[in-house]
Nanobody, 122 residues
Framework: VQLQASGGGLVQAGGSLRLSCAAS????????IGWVRQAPGKVREWVSC????????YYGDSVKGRFAISRDKVKNMVYLQIDNLKPEDTGVYYC????????????????WGQGTQVTVSS
């Protein structure tokens, strides 16, 4: 299982980004993919997940309405569209995998990619 996140950058508040997670070595039909972020000096926070079997999506309360997770099973890619970025969205964003079903506890994800930095200026 390998995951590679990309797409971060420096954005002004109110802007948008699309993060990408390239998955290899496994099928998105078998693994749920989550996004977890870590702000400077804070613990990691689970923000979103897409389940394996039917692609059901889940979001943390702090990002509902602004974040949208999706996947392309042909390309084995998962995306996180982030709109109306806020300074508090700043952090390193990781994609992570766990078998089949989503979980809002980031500790339950077994495989992690390297993170991509998102910085939002006010």
């Amino acid at each position: 299982v390998q995951l590679q996140a990309s797409g971060g950058g420096l954005v002004q508040a109110g802007g948008s980004l699309r993060l990408s997670c390239a998955a290899s070595g496994f099928s998105l039909d078998l693994y749920a993919i989550g996004w977890v972020r870590q702000a400077p000096g804070k613990v990691r926070e689970w923000v979103s997940c897409i389940s394996a079997r039917d692609g059901t999506t889940y979001y943390g309360d702090s990002v509902k309405g602004r974040f949208a997770i999706s996947r392309d099973k042909v390309k084995n890619m998962v995306y996180l569209q982030i709109d109306n970025l806020k300074p508090e969205d700043t952090g390193v964003y990781y994609c992570a995998a766990r078998q089949r079903v989503c979980n809002s506890d980031w500790l339950q994800y077994s495989d992690w990619g390297q993170g991509t930095q998102v910085t939002v200026s006010s």
